[in-house]
C-alpha cells in the first residue's frame, strides 16, 4: 500500500483483535499490522461461545465468513425461541431440574483454535502479522507541534515499530492498558490521579474457573444415552457448579467448572477500599493457569448428583484459571491509542459473552476508524466515540454477567421457582438487543463534529 489513509497497530492477536483486522479490509486505504507476543497465532483455551446479538455482528463480515464459521458448527443458526441450557440443583444425591433458559437464537459453540483459524483464513494482504512481538510500552507525541506524529511502540525483544493509531487488544494483562491511564492520570489532582492509576492491573475476582475436554467416545461407554452427548447442561452447586456442552462436531465436552469466594465476588467492581484486595494465591504469586491432575480437578465438585459424576469420572486432567477481571474504567481511549476486548473490561466467565464483547468493540472500532470523515486530525475524536458508546455497555455486562455466576452458585436469596426467571432478565440483553443502534450513532457523531462526545 504506497499511501494509505493511515497505518494501524494492533497489539494482540485473539478474537477481539483479529476481528478488527478482518472488519478493516473493507477499507483499503488502512494499512494494518497485528502483533501478536506468541511464537504463533493460536488462541489458547477450549470452547468459545457467541450469542445471537455478537453473531449478528459476525454477519457484517460477508456471507463467505459466515459460512466458513458455521461449517465448524454442528448446526444450523437460528433466530427463533430455543432451549439454550437445562439447569439442575445439584447439590443432593438425587438433582433436580430447575428450569429450561429458553434464548431468541443458540449460542454459537465453536472450539477456539477453529474461530481462530477462520479469522486468519480471512485477513487481507493489507493486513501485515507480527510474531514474538510482546509489548512493552509506547510512545504518544502529545505536544500540539507534533500531535500527528507516528506513535512509537517498543517490544520485549528490543525492536520498535510506528503506527499513527494503537489499538491495544492484548488481553486481561494489557501493556497498552497502564501506558494509556498513566496518560491520562497526567495533570489530575492526586485523589484523582490514584483513582485512575488503581484501574492499571487486573484483580483476582474471587472466581476460580476450571476447564477441560472430555472425551465424547470415553463418556458415551460409560453412560451412553449421556444428557451432556446432546445437550447444554449446568449442575449448579452452592458456591460451585460447572456446565457442559459438545463441541466439534460431537467430538468433546467441553467442561467449564467454577467456584466463587463470595466477599470479593461481591466487591470485584467496587472502588478502591482501605482494606487491600487479596491476590490469587497460585503454585507462585502471579500464576493464574496451572495443570491439575483429575483428583485435583474434581475435587470442587465431589458432592455434586450421580448425574454430574459421570461426566467428571471421564477427566483426564484439566487447567485451573484465576479469573481476573479489569475495574470500571474512566475511559478505553487516550488520543490516538485505544483498548478493546479483555484489555478494556475483562470480565467473568459466566455469560459467555467475553468474546462477543471483543467483537462488538471490533466492529464499532472499524466504523469510527473507516468513516471517510475520519482524518488522521479526527483520530482522537474517532477513538471517543467509540469509549462514549461501548464503555458504559461493556461495563453493564460484566456487572450482569458476574451476578449469572452468583444466581448459578445460589448466592443470591431468591427463591428457587423464580431463579429462572431471574436469570433470564439479567441475560436476555445477549439475544434480545442488537449493536445496530449504537453503529448508527456512532456515524451520526463522525459526521457532526459540532457534537461534544466527551
Known sequence: MSNPKFRIAICGGGVGGLTL????????????????????????????????????????????????????????????????????????????????????????RFHRADFHGVLLSFLPPSCTTHNAKRLISYTQPLEDCSRNSPITLTFKDGSTAMCDILIGADGVKSAVRPCMLRELAEGMDPDEKQSVLSCMNPIWSGVTAYRTLVSAQKLRARCPDHR???????????????????????????????????????????????????????????????????????????DLEEDAQHILECVEKGTLWAVHTVKNLPSTNFGRVAIMGDAAHAMAPFQGSGAGQSIEDAYLLMTVLGHKSTTLEMVPRALAIYDKLRRPFSSEVARRSMRSGQLCAFQEDVPLHTLGDTITKNWEWAWLTELDDALEEAVRLVEDSSIDVN
Open 21 to 108: 483486522a478482518v472488519a478493516l479490509s473493507r477499507h483499503q486505504d488502512i494499512a494494518v499490522d497485528v502483533y501478536e507476543a506468541a511464537q504463533s497465532f493460536c488462541e489458547i483455551g477450549a470452547g468459545v461461545g457467541v450469542w445471537p446479538r455478537a453473531f449478528r455482528v459476525l454477519q457484517k463480515l460477508g456471507p463467505d465468513f459466515e459460512q466458513q464459521l458455521l461449517q465448524r458448527c454442528d448446526y444450523e443458526y437460528t433466530e427463533e425461541y430455543v432451549p439454550a441450557v437445562r439447569s439442575r440443583k445439584s447439590d443432593q444425591a438425587v438433582g433436580i431440574e430447575l428450569f429450561d433458559l429458553m434464548t431468541k437464537g443458540k449460542l454459537m
Open 228 to 302: 451432556i452427548l446432546r445437550e447444554f447442561t449446568q449442575y449448579m452447586g452452592k458456591d460451585a457448579y460447572f456446565l457442559a456442552y459438545p463441541i466439534s462436531l460431537g467430538q468433546y465436552v467441553n467442561f467449564a467448572g467454577f467456584t466463587l469466594e463470595r466477599d470479593l465476588v461481591d466487591s470485584a467492581y467496587e472502588p478502591d477500599t482501605d482494606i487491600p484486595r487479596p491476590s490469587f494465591k497460585g503454585k507462585t504469586n502471579d500464576e493464574w493457569v496451572s495443570e491439575l491432575t483429575a483428583q485435583q480437578f474434581i475435587e470442587p465438585f465431589k
